[in-house]
């Protein structure tokens, strides 16, 4: 009979998180040798490209609807309806 080795169990290692920070990282990377080139290519090629990405970028975020998520939802009694199954009653005086 052979004889079996008894695996031990390893603890896995926790994936890493990863952080928006690296890819924004990468991205000002990527757009700082695209211009580097653009300027490299020509003075105005370079100019050109900064002036028409920041033109975009205001553009796009002047364009972004404005979201109401911040605005905190109103105060409502415990055991009071929500506003949508409220049923509205009226009183004839």
């Known amino acids: 009979m052979a004889a079996r080795k008894q695996r031990t169990a390893e603890p896995q290692p926790e994936p890493e998180e990863r952080s928006a920070a690296a890819g924004g990282c990468v991205l000002v990377m990527l757009v700082g040798v695209a211009v580097a080139a653009a300027f490299a290519v020509d003075h105005a090629a370079g100019v050109l490209t900064v ?11 002047a364009r972004r609807p404005v979201s109401d998520s911040s605005a905190t939802p109103p105060h409502r009694e415990r ?12 009183s004839s005086a």
């Not at 002036?51 to 975020?61: F, I, N, T, Y």
């Not at 055991?79 to 009226?90: K, W």
């Open 79 to 90: 055991g009071a309806p929500r506003a949508a199954n409220a049923q509205v009653t009226t």
């Open 51 to 61: 002036v028409v990405s920041g033109a975009v970028a205001l553009w796009r975020s």
